[in-house]
């Protein structure tokens, strides 16, 4: 009498566990930023013009270099930056990102945001 | 004719005098790196720590400084504590810095290198 229910019972926990394993690993095809796309969204969004070459040589020193920074912060910027004025507790104002950003979905500016990561630059570290 | 052209003069003469304005306010301070060694020390407590994160309202980790240009830089930190920039704080940090202070700690880590040593004052 026992036994079938534990086979029944050991059976659902290997469906439990595949289901959750596949679960995982279909997130992480789903979330995992694609710095490849990041690279053909800033070229197409000519980022470099402002940012410079490597997004190393931004063309005015009011512009920050962006070669090597954090990408969970070039991401959470981009999204201010998206809110911009419509946002007062979070947004970021500035007219040329704001404008930069509008057409960009959040896993595109986790891909600009990896890509910008990818980079190796003049950003250093220190204290 | 006389008075088209003397339109634009009076534009022109407003405009440079802005532009002196404007450029005469930031040329009364530059910024020292040496001096900004000195100011750092809240600085360090989150950009001096490597993959230090943030957790309001979004985690990520804290922006790199070292090598970032001066004066973008500066502006942000007059930004943040104008309001014009939100986090509170960097908001809470800027309100106690100076016009000097600010520029200061923009020329110390604009100044740091790969080769830069730590700060010897912490």
Redesign the interface.
């Known amino acids: 009498m026992k036994k079938p229910q534990l086979a029944l019972h050991t059976t659902f926990k290997a469906a439990c566990a595949a289901a959750a394993l596949f679960g995982l690993a279909a997130a992480n095809v789903a979330h995992a930023a694609d710095a490849d796309n990041g690279k053909v969204l800033a070229d197409a969004h000519n980022c470099a013009a402002c940012h410079g070459v490597n997004l190393n040589k931004?063309v005015?020193?009011?512009?920050?270099?962006l070669a090597?920074?954090?990408s969970?912060?070039v991401?959470?910027a981009l999204?201010?930056y998206q809110m911009g004025n419509g946002n007062p507790?979070?947004?970021?104002?500035n007219a040329i990102m704001q404008a930069q950003v509008q057409s960009l979905s959040q896993s595109d500016m986790k891909d600009i945001a990896a890509y910008v990561e990818s980079l190796s630059?003049?950003?250093?570290?220190?204290? | 004719m006389n008075k088209i052209v003397g339109k634009h003069v009076v534009i022109a003469a407003l405009s440079v005098l802005a532009g002196y304005a404007a450029s005469a306010q930031a040329a009364d301070v530059v910024g020292n790196a040496k001096a900004g060694q000195g100011k750092?020390a809240m600085c360090?407590g989150c950009?001096?720590i490597?993959e230090y994160?943030t957790a309001y309202?979004?985690?990520?980790?804290?922006?790199?400084?070292?090598?970032?240009?001066?004066?973008?830089l500066e502006?942000a930190l007059h930004e943040y504590k104008k309001g014009?920039?939100?986090f509170e704080t960097m908001h809470a940090i800027t309100a106690s810095l100076s016009d000097q202070d600010i520029a200061d700690i923009a020329a110390y880590y604009a100044a740091?290198?790969?080769a830069?040593k730590?700060?010897p004052d912490?």
């Open positions: 931004p005015s020193p009011e512009y920050p270099k090597g920074q954090h969970d912060y991401y959470w999204r201010q507790h979070f947004g970021r104002n630059g003049d950003l250093v570290q220190k204290k | 750092v360090i950009h001096g490597p994160r309202p979004e985690v990520y980790r804290v922006p790199v400084l070292g090598g970032q240009n001066q004066a973008y502006n014009d920039r939100h740091q290198t790969p830069s730590s700060n912490k």
